[in-house]
């Protein structure tokens, strides 16, 4: 089993940063995962943000968040973030982690079986 718990949402102004955090509870401590962050906006679809792989490398970005969020994940705390500098009232969405385990690639994660509950990201211009 798989609990994702995300926090660090909240509103920020135009050119502001968050870091949002999700925590990973595995029942199996050892197994290996792909990672991700998803939003959703009002009235559109849930996006990909950000990928990143069961070693912590080669992350990949949405291109509207290129250069300016950072996806990483820490293992010690079974912890994946999102920076998010130079904020745009385009970012306000609701943003979900997501999680696929092993065998797993971050390239064809589509469909990740495991989801947190979401967090509210608001950005005032």
């Known amino acids: 089993q798989v609990h994702l718990a995300e926090s660090g949402g909240g509103s920020v102004q135009a050119g502001g940063s968050l870091r949002l955090s999700c925590l990973a509870t595995?029942?199996?401590?050892?197994?290996?995962?792909?990672m991700g962050w998803w939003r959703q906006a009002p009235g559109k679809d849930r996006e990909k943000v950000a990928l990143i792989s069961s070693g912590g490398i080669n992350p990949i970005y949405a291109d509207s968040v290129k250069g300016r969020f950072t996806v990483s994940r820490d293992f010690n705390k079974n912890t994946m973030y999102l920076q998010m500098n130079s904020l745009k009232p385009e970012d306000t969405a609701v943003y979900y982690c997501?999680?696929?385990?092993?065998?797993?690639?971050?390239?064809?994660?589509?469909?990740?079986?495991?989801w947190g509950q979401g967090t509210q990201v608001t950005v005032s211009p």
């Open positions: 595995l029942t199996d401590a050892r197994r290996s995962s792909c």
């Open positions: 997501a999680l696929e385990l092993w065998p797993c690639n971050p390239r064809h994660m589509d469909r990740p079986p495991y």
